[in-house]
C-alpha cells in the first residue's frame, strides 16, 4: 500500500471513531478573483466578509484572492471592486483535479531499498483522532545520530501540493541513497524526518484550511496551527481573534492537539542532535519566507547567511522551468504572522534555518492542475540538492 494512501485509511478509521462526517462541502459554479487591494487590505477584508459565501483564499498586500458562491455575484459585483476573473467555475477545477493520491510507495520501497534505515512515525493524534504520521529516514551512525533536516507540508489542508513536494523529496533520498554519492552524503549528514499531513480536505471540504477543533460559545470550527505556535503568540496583528477566521490563532497560546503533539516532538528533536534545518511547505505564491513573522524590523542572528542560503535556493529552483521565488523575512516580504512554527523553531527550538516556502498556486489557488504536481516536486528538489551541502 502507498505511504500516503495507508495515511489516510488509518486516519478515516481513527475519525469515524470520535466524529460524525459532516456533509460534502461543493463548489460548483464558484468563481474565483484576484481583487486589487486599493484602499488596502484591512477595508477589502471588511468588505468581503460582508457577503455570505464567499471563501478568502489568499492574501497579500496588494490584493485578495477569494471564491465567490453563485449566490454572492450579485453582491459582489455591487461592491464594485477593482478585479479579474482567474477561475470562471471552481467546481469543475477540483473534479479536474482529483483525488490526492501518493505517486510513489514510499513504505515498500523503504522496505525494499532502506530496511535498517527507516521508519514510519506515529507521534500523536489530531483533535479528530487522526495520527500524526511522518517518515524518518537515515544513514550511516544509527537514528537519531545526526542534526535533523525537519520537514513540514499540508499544516494548512487545503494546500495538497505541499503533500506532494515532501514526499517527492524524501522518495529521492530513498530511492537514492545506494546509488548516488550526493544523496548518500546528505543521509550520512543528517537525520531526515517528514510530515506531510492532510485529511479532512479528502472527504469533505476540498477548501478547509484550519484543523477541525470547534470553541465554546461558537458556531465557528477550527484554529489555524501555524497561529498558534506558544511563541510571540500573545503579539497583536499576525492573526485573528475570530474564531470564523481562517487564521484565527486560537484562545490561549499552544492549545491545539495538532501544536502540543508537534511542539513535544519538535522540543525531543532541539534536545538531541538539534534542528540544522526546518522547512514549512505550504501554498501557494512562490515565496522562500525566513524569520521573522512577529516582526518586520527583527532579524535572526545569522540572518546574512540565510539571505545568501534563500538566494542560491530561488536560482536552484529556477534551473528546470523558470519559476521564480521570492524570499526574504515572513513579516516584511509578505505580511505579519504570530504563533508561526518558524519563529518558534529560531529561537525556541534553535533551529539553525527555520523557513516557510509557498509553492507554486494554479489559476484556482489551492487546486493545482495534475500537470504542475510533478514538476513543482523536482524544481523544489533540484533546490534541496543546491541547499543541503551549504547547510
Not at 19 to 35: I, L, S
Not at 257 to 266: G, N, Q, R, S, Y
Not at 270 to 286: C, E, M, N, T, V
Not at 362 to 390: D, H, K, N, T, Y
Request: include cysteine; glycine fraction near 10%; hydrophobic fraction near 40%.
Amino acid at each position: 500500500m502507498k505511504f500516503l494512501e495507508a495515511i489516510l485509511t488509518v486516519a478515516s478509521l481513527a475519525s469515524a471513531a470520535v466524529t460524525a462526517v459532516p456533509e460534502q462541502v461543493v463548489y460548483d459554479g464558484f468563481k474565483v478573483f484576484r481583487v486589487n487591494a486599493t484602499e488596502g487590505l484591512p477595508s477589502l477584508k471588511s468588505k468581503i466578509a460582508s457577503l455570505a459565501q464567499t471563501l478568502e483564499l489568499y492574501s497579500h498586500p496588494d490584493h485578495m484572492d477569494v471564491a465567490v458562491a453563485p449566490s454572492d455575484f450579485a453582491a459582489f459585483e455591487a461592491l464594485d471592486l477593482p478585479s479579474e476573473i482567474l477561475d470562471e467555475d471552481l467546481g469543475a477545477s477540483i473534479a479536474a483535479e482529483g483525488p490526492l493520491v501518493s505517486y510513489k510507495s514510499l513504505a515498500e520501497t523503504c522496505s525494499r531499498l532502506f530496511p535498517q534505515n527507516s521508519e514510519i512515525l506515529e507521534i500523536g493524534a489530531s483533535y479528530e483522532g487522526r495520527q500524526i504520521t511522518g517518515l524518518h529516514l537515515w544513514g550511516s551512525g544509527g537514528s537519531g545520530s545526526k542534526p535533523a533536516i525537519y520537514i513540514h507540508g499540508t499544516v494548512h489542508a487545503r494546500e495538497w501540493i505541499a503533500t506532494m513536494v515532501v514526499e517527492y523529496f524524501a522518495y529521492q533520498l530513498v530511492s537514492g541513497y545506494g546509488n548516488n554519492a550526493t544523496i548518500k552524503g546528505f543521509l550520512n549528514s543528517y537525520d531526515f524526518y517528514f510530515f506531510p499531513r492532510f485529511s479532512y480536505t479528502q472527504s469533505n471540504d476540498r477548501l478547509w484550511r484550519k484543523n477541525r477543533m470547534p470553541r465554546s460559545s461558537t458556531s465557528a470550527r477550527g484554529t489555524d496551527i501555524n497561529r498558534n505556535w506558544p511563541y510571540k503568540w500573545e503579539v497583536a496583528g499576525g492573526a485573528s481573534t475570530n474564531p470564523s477566521a481562517e487564521d484565527y490563532k486560537g484562545q490561549v497560546a499552544g492549545d491545539t492537539p495538532e501544536v502540543k503533539v508537534l511542539k513535544a516532538f519538535t522540543d525531543k528533536l532541539a534536545a538531541g542532535k538539534g534542528i540544522r534545518l526546518y522547512i514549512d511547505f505550504h501554498s501557494y505564491g512562490q515565496y522562500i519566507l525566513l524569520p521573522y513573522g512577529y516582526s518586520c524590523s527583527k532579524r535572526s542572528g545569522n540572518d546574512a547567511k540565510q539571505e545568501s542560503l534563500a538566494a542560491g535556493l530561488q536560482s536552484a529552483i529556477a534551473k528546470p522551468y523558470g519559476t521564480r521565488f521570492t524570499y526574504g523575512p515572513i513579516c516584511s516580504t509578505l505580511y505579519a504572522a504570530t504563533g508561526g512554527s518558524t519563529d518558534y523553531m529560531t529561537d525556541v527550538a534553535g533551529t539553525t534555518y527555520a523557513w516557510a516556502v509557498e509553492l507554486r498556486g494554479g489559476s484556482s489557488g489551492f487546486v493545482l492542475p495534475a500537470s504542475q504536481i510533478r514538476p513543482s516536486g523536482i524544481e523544489i528538489w533540484q533546490g534541496m540538492q543546491s541547499l543541503i551541502p551549504s547547510l
